[in-house]
């Protein structure tokens, strides 16, 4: 399985991006999956989380209001709609396929399949 993920780039303050991640090979479409971000000098976080159907969806409280995170199983890829972005938002942007539901959907040890990454800067 290979998740490609696409859309980043650099951004001004209050500006939005999409980011998308691309399922190719196996595509687990019944499987849940996540956004985490990696800033520079720091531990990887979480972002969002959504679950197979779509129905089900968490966000970190960081990002919570101003993300939003969708699938299109038709098309085995996500997305995460970011608005009013923030400096403190800039980081490099994983998606990721867990096949463990929802259970502990927070923690990046619960998926088993990582994109490559995608970066995001936002100025001040």
């Known amino acids: 399985v290979q998740l490609q993920a696409s859309g980043g780039g650099l951004v001004q303050t209050g500006d939005s991006l999409r980011l998308s991640c691309a399922t190719s090979?196996?595509?687990?479409?019944?499987?849940?999956r996540g956004w985490f971000r990696q800033a520079p000098g720091k531990e990887r976080e979480f972002v969002a989380h959504i679950a197979w159907s779509g129905d089900s969806t968490y966000y970190a409280d960081s990002v919570k209001g101003r993300f939003t995170i969708s699938r299109d199983n038709a098309k085995n890829t996500v997305y995460l709609q970011m608005n009013s972005l923030k400096p403190e938002d800039t980081a490099v942007y994983y998606c990721?396929?867990?096949?463990?539901?929802?259970?502990?959907?927070?923690?990046?040890?619960?998926?088993?399949?990582w994109g490559q990454g995608t970066l995001v800067t936002v100025s001040s």
């Open positions: 090979g196996r595509t687990f479409s019944s499987s849940a």
């Open positions: 990721a396929i867990t096949l463990r539901g929802s259970i502990r959907y927070m923690r990046g040890e619960a998926y088993d399949y």
